[in-house]
């Protein structure tokens, strides 16, 4: 046997040892592992999620997808039992700082329904071959394949949680034609459009009422593993920007409302303090499987999920409106490996003992963050009364849209507000969630009065970085990749102060206080 024998026979024992570990998550219906990979079914036609309840298959009969896309793309349809296009997203791709990472998040954002596949190269500086070829070779699926399965899948919420006509869902989902969408909706669920709706749970006449688009559209977004909702919602609570955010209720039933600004129109989003959640016990009642509408982040998911409700004017903006929320929350996090390594340190172990599945809040506007991370929250409410556009139909208090970078740049040109708001303004500084986390940095750090602690807090929250650590901050190597989370952990424990804001909130916005 020559080199290249060898070679080829070790990468094949390599490729069996995974596979034999993933079919391993597969036969303990381990639900870690939902949106990490999923298994079809060659005998049954059939594509699931590693904690399906169904009897485990045969090994012999199981193929192993990094997508649902690739599944689908291989001729599989989605299992009706435990819909497996409903999981929270894989990890990877917010922890991976390289090519595919940044057009899986872009991907998810809706940017190749919107601009295409040339747009998405564009953004990430690729050939639009580039692209397709390193997206197949690591997913299994390229650009066009991973939109459709999301279009397949906001179509089904469409048509599960509100009465809409399903040639109006059909255009809200981002199908180009009525045709495309009855195709799609055969392959993926083997199913009709009327059929899907009709199998939805909880079909009664007053059921269907309330998910009107005047209603708002129900979702149960999904996570893994346990979820420390409270300290989210006391964060987003003591952050709060008046007109643009509110939280309402008493403390471990709260409801976290805001205003979004979104392609094609704008939104509020409502969504609710989960109390309990974070235990991560399963929840395979009849109960939960059929209580609520199913949403984005799925039905019944073992880790739990967050209620939410959204209000948009045009109905195209769901799929960028529920990834933002979930960026927002930090809803694709693997608590498990964030837990597994920063509870292994000394320091911290007794503080995620403590706190199990602390999650690292993103945002759901990068630049809105970049601009109140700057200047603070007092000045933030400030820039939103004057600037911030008013909302057609104000929702108790909330009344306005956060300012745009460009509207800022005009009105408040000098200091490090104007250059910040002008570099965002012109394309000079990205922070769109397909953003280069390394250029970003340098970006932000080469704007006058843009200081170090200011831009961790910008690249943690506005991009998602979950290894970020304030300068002067004591975080060996041995925390890495999650450095945000450790950071989390030591501010909940009172170990480290929240930053401060660069500039003060003098009356012009551009006073610098001391750090």
């Known amino acids: 046997m020559n080199d290249e024998d060898t070679r080829y026979e070790d990468t094949r024992y390599e490729d069996t040892?995974?596979?034999d570990t993933r079919y391993?998550?597969?036969r303990s219906r381990d639900a870690r592992f939902d949106g990490e990979f999923f298994f079809a079914v060659r005998t049954t036609g059939i594509y699931c999620r590693p904690s399906c309840p169904a009897v485990t298959p045969k090994r012999r009969n199981v193929r192993f997808y990094a997508t649902a896309a690739a599944a689908q793309g291989s001729g599989f349809r989605a299992c009706r039992r435990c819909r497996p296009d409903a999981v929270p997203g894989s990890a990877a791709w917010n922890v991976r700082a390289d090519v595919v990472g940044r057009a899986m998040r872009l991907i998810g954002d809706g940017v190749v329904d919107r601009e295409g596949v040339g747009g998405l190269a564009a953004r990430l500086g690729y050939s639009t071959r580039q692209v397709q070829r390193q997206l197949t070779a690591e997913v299994g699926a390229g650009p066009v394949a991973l939109a459709r399965a999301q279009r397949a899948h906001t179509?089904?919420?469409?048509?599960?949680?509100?009465?809409?006509?399903?040639?109006?869902?059909?255009?809200?989902?981002?199908?180009?034609?009525?045709?495309?969408?009855?195709?799609?909706?055969?392959?993926?669920?083997?199913?009709?459009?009327?059929?899907?709706?009709?199998?939805?749970?909880?079909?009664?006449?007053?059921?269907?009422?309330a998910a009107t688009p005047a209603g708002g559209v129900p979702l149960r977004l999904a996570h893994r593993g346990p979820y420390q909702s409270t300290a989210v919602f006391d964060l987003l609570a003591a952050e709060a920007v008046p007109g643009v955010e509110a939280v309402s209720g008493s403390r471990g039933r709260r409801t976290y409302r805001r205003t979004l600004r979104l392609p094609?129109?704008?939104g509020i989003a409502a969504v609710e303090e989960r109390p309990g959640a974070g235990p991560g016990?399963?929840?395979?009642?009849?109960?939960?499987?059929?209580?609520?509408?199913?949403?984005?982040?799925?039905?019944a998911h073992p880790g739990g999920w967050l209620d939410a409700r959204l209000h948009l004017t045009d109905l195209r903006d769901l799929t960028t409106a529920v990834q933002r929320l979930r960026r927002l929350f930090d809803l694709d996090a693997d608590p498990y490996a964030v837990d597994e390594r920063l509870g292994a340190d000394a320091r911290l172990g007794p503080l995620v003992a403590a706190r199990p599945g602390l999650r690292s809040p993103g945002a759901a506007d990068p630049d809105e963050l970049a601009v109140r991370a700057l200047v603070g929250e007092a000045e933030a409410g400030r820039l939103v009364l004057r600037y911030g556009k008013t909302l057609d139909a104000e929702c108790e208090t909330l009344t306005h849209l956060f300012p745009e970078a460009a509207v800022l740049a005009e009105a408040e040109p000098g200091g490090p507000l104007g250059t910040l708001t002008t570099a965002l303004a012109d394309g000079a500084l990205r922070l769109d969630p397909g953003a280069d986390r390394e250029e970003a940095r340098a970006a932000l750090l080469a704007l006058p009065g843009m200081d170090e602690a200011t831009a961790a807090v910008i690249r943690t929250r506005a991009l998602g970085d979950p290894d970020v650590a304030p300068p002067g901050t004591d975080a060996p190597d041995t925390w890495r990749p999650w450095r945000s989370y450790a950071v989390g952990h030591l501010r909940a424990a009172g170990e480290l102060s929240p930053p401060e804001p660069s500039c003060g909130s003098a009356a012009d916005g551009h006073g610098s206080v001391p750090r």
């Open 17 to 19: 040892r995974y596979e």
């Open 24 to 26: 391993e998550a597969v």
């Open 155 to 209: 179509a089904r919420i469409l048509l599960q949680t509100t009465e809409l006509p399903v040639t109006q869902v059909a255009f809200a989902a981002g199908f180009a034609s009525v045709r495309q969408f009855n195709d799609t909706i055969r392959t993926v669920y083997a199913s009709t459009p009327s059929g899907l709706r009709a199998a939805a749970p909880r079909t009664t006449p007053a059921a269907r009422g």
């Open 264 to 266: 094609y129109g704008t």
């Open 281 to 299: 016990r399963p929840r395979t009642g009849a109960a939960d499987r059929t209580a609520g509408a199913p949403g984005p982040g799925g039905d």
